[in-house]
């Protein structure tokens, strides 16, 4: 019997931050590298999934040292000489298809040795020919146990002879990879000719990178022709970084398409080497989230339940197939329909992930058509219809991804009350790439249901109102302007005919004075201060004389003193309302009112700036006069609260802003 996880959803808009694995495909190229060089190289930021540790067991058989430390994601190989230390060893592959390959052509360069290899069962069906028939071509000599040109098999290394030799990887483009990475440990120059087309082309364009980091000579004097030089590194590195996992990071940026909110994932701006990015621009394409780039992370925004604008048209994922199950699996709550092509060769994958989408896909959707190179979906207009016995079970197939895709689906709230609707068979199948993935997923969920307070503070014209607000309609936060608080107050106070008065007559004034709370009609995340059960329209809170008046009456501390308390009330207001949080904006919130908010940011803006977007906004404001006495005065004066974060936004966007503001709170979750 199986075991079975219930996918909870999420209940709030989506708030946290995610720290990526590292690529898997990187770390297995970068040990067989390390391999081939020769000497001593530490692979620091490793991933530790079953995949990596079959590559690291395979060279540990091969006589590489290999020292790994989980904790500290960092993997040590050395070795004297580049050839492989053993001439004879048993290995196994499990389903890594790139140990699977990369180990293959690495032995067959051995000359003299004789390797068992075995595999998982999934592996005796994925394709190795191609490599196979380039390798007897070069000098080896398979013997099978089973069918021909499959797992389980028995090399006798021929080296490689080098020169011209053909290769078809047109089932994978690991095979290709294989045969150039070990090209190096050939007799002389060899020059590699693809006899046909290959899939997953930027995994090719990642192999000749990092081949050229390693200090490896591949060049490609004509499409499709690749030719290597005999020789090992003169310069060898000590260490190397591996980056973040872009398709991991894949199920992370699509689920606040599901969900709404953003989340932050950690590091991965850093990327560079893997095709997989591309699939941020599906879904820019798609009109499914939006991103930036934020210091060294990515934010993906989603707006909850987005029209589908993908219907129609079909998108090819032949450079970025290992993504596909993500955006095929989450379109079954998105509403639209999608056609995804150019995805037989993945058929050889983990397990025929095409039939598998199509069947587990159909258990949540309409309908669902196949075939041999494209899938077809067709969900439901608007779940939870068509779904009536829950949770409904997807079977996973030993398939990591068909896992992760399936279990980012279950965290749309389709019931709207946090039932779990999506159970996943043998979780545990992710530690082939990300052993904590769930793990993760649950954290993401826990901390955007977590009820956040954030603290904007900085002087006037520096952006604090427009920023808030967009922060508080992605994150699903109460906005509070208490700018607006203090000009209430001044409009009420020169309406009484106080616009000179003293702070004994005022605090005589304010001693039975009653403030209620409502919502901005205009903006429904918006909560306002009313005087006598009414709002005060906006325009009246900005004349000359509330402008000439306000700052006055905001540095008198028993004004400071009747609104403190009515303002640390709106955290519990918000609560009430059902908000993520509270967003509130002004001078003294991250020092005074809340000085213990999950997020303070300062805001601050160049004088010229600052009087240039006031004109912008049609607005002529004493800036530099008002920020003076609110910088001067005794109480709670405008300043930076210690260990606020502070953002100089003179050179930035306002779209810059709200995304590092918003990436600010993912990361303080
Ligand atoms: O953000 P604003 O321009 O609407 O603010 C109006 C005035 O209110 C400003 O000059 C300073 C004062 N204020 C304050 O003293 N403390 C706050 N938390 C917010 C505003």
């Known amino acids: 019997m199986s075991s079975f996880k219930d996918i909870k959803p999420f209940a709030k808009p989506a708030c946290a931050s995610v720290t990526l694995p590292g690529s898997k495909s990187i770390t297995n190229r970068a040990m067989i590298l390390a391999a081939v060089a020769g000497g001593e190289l530490e692979i620091k930021n490793a991933l530790f999934s079953r995949d990596t540790i079959i590559m690291a067991d395979c060279l540990k058989r091969l006589g590489y040292v290999v020292e790994s430390d989980r904790e500290a994601r960092s993997i040590k190989i050395s070795a004297e000489g580049s050839a492989a230390p053993n001439l004879q060893a048993e290995l196994f592959v499990g389903n890594a298809g790139t140990a699977a390959r990369f180990v293959t052509a690495f032995c067959a360069a051995n000359k003299g040795g004789e390797y068992f290899f075995d595999s998982d069962e999934a592996m005796y069906k994925r394709p190795m020919k191609g490599l196979m028939d380039a390798l007897r071509e070069q000098g080896s000599e398979f013997e099978f146990v089973g069918q021909r040109d499959c797992f389980p098999f028995k090399m006798r290394a021929g080296g490689l002879a080098g020169g011209e030799v053909c290769i078809d990887a047109s089932a994978s483009s690991q095979l290709l990879s294989a045969l150039l990475m070990a090209a190096p ?125 993908y219907a129609g048209g079909g998108i090819n994922f032949s450079d970025i197939s290992d993504t596909f ?73 030993s398939d990591h991804r068909i896992a992760m895709s399936f279990g980012i689906l279950g965290c749309a709230d389709i019931f709207g009350d946090g039932t779990p609707w999506i159970s996943i068979e043998d979780p545990q199948c992710v530690s082939k790439t990300w052993d904590n993935f769930f793990d993760t997923l649950d954290a993401a969920r826990v901390a955007s249901e977590k009820f956040t307070t954030v603290a904007v503070d900085g002087g006037a014209a520096v952006g604090k109102s427009s920023v808030s607000k967009a922060v508080s309609d992605m994150l699903h936060l109460m906005h509070v302007d208490t700018g607006a608080h203090y000009r209430t107050l001044t409009y009420a106070l020169i309406n009484a005919g106080l616009a000179d008065a003293d702070e004994a007559a005022v605090e005589g004034y304010l001693s039975d004075f009653k403030l209620g709370t409502a919502f901005d009609p205009q903006r429904a995340n918006s909560a306002r201060m009313t005087l006598c059960g009414e709002l005060v329209k906006d325009e009246d809170l900005r004349t000359k004389a509330v402008n000439d008046r306000v700052s006055v009456f905001a540095s008198m501390p028993s004004v400071r003193n009747f609104l403190k308390g009515y303002q640390r009330s709106m955290a519990s207001y918000a609560r009430e309302h059902g908000f993520s949080g509270l967003i509130m904006e002004g001078r003294d919130i991250g020092s005074v009112i809340f000085p213990d908010a999950d997020v303070r940011i300062f805001l601050d803006a160049d004088e010229q700036t600052r009087a240039q977007r006031r004109a912008k906004e049609g607005i002529s404001d004493s800036i530099s006069a008002r920020d003076r006495m609110d910088r001067s005065r005794k109480t709670a004066p405008l300043v930076c609260p210690e260990g606020a974060v502070r953002i100089d936004t003179s050179n930035m966007t306002k779209e810059d802003v709200i995304s590092r503001t918003a990436a600010e709170i993912c990361r303080a979750k």
């Not at 290597?228 to 310069?235: G, L, N």
């Not at 995804?340 to 397990?351: C, K, L, N, P, V």
């Open 325 to 397: 199950l993500t955006l095929a699996a989450a379109s079954a709550a998105l509403g639209g329909n999608l056609r995804i092509e150019g995805i037989s060769h993945t058929r050889a994958q983990e397990t025929d992930r095409v039939a598998a989408m199509a069947a587990e896909l159909r258990k949540v959707c309409l309908a669902v058509s196949e075939e041999e190179d494209a899938l077809e979906i067709c969900p439901h207009k608007a779940l939870p219809e068509g779904i009536s016995d829950t949770p409904v079970r997807i079977k996973t197939y």
């Open 185 to 309: 440990l050939a007799e002389k120059k060899t020059l590699v000719r693809l006899s046909k087309g290959t899939v997953s082309r930027p995994f090719v364009e990642m192999t000749v990178n990092m081949m050229t980091d390693f200090g490896f000579q591949c060049s490609r004097p004509a499409d499709g022709v690749f030719e290597i030089v005999p020789r090992r590194p003169e310069r060898r590195m000590s260490a190397y970084f591996v980056e973040p996992d872009a398709t991991a990071a894949s199920y992370f940026a699509i689920l606040p398409a599901l969900t709404g909110g953003a989340v932050l994932l950690e590091n991965f701006a850093n990327c560079s080497l893997q095709g997989d990015l591309g699939f941020l621009d599906v879904l820019h394409g798609c009109s499914l989230v939006g991103t930036s780039k934020i210091l060294n992370g990515v934010l993906a925004v989603g707006a909850k339940r987005p029209a589908g604008n």
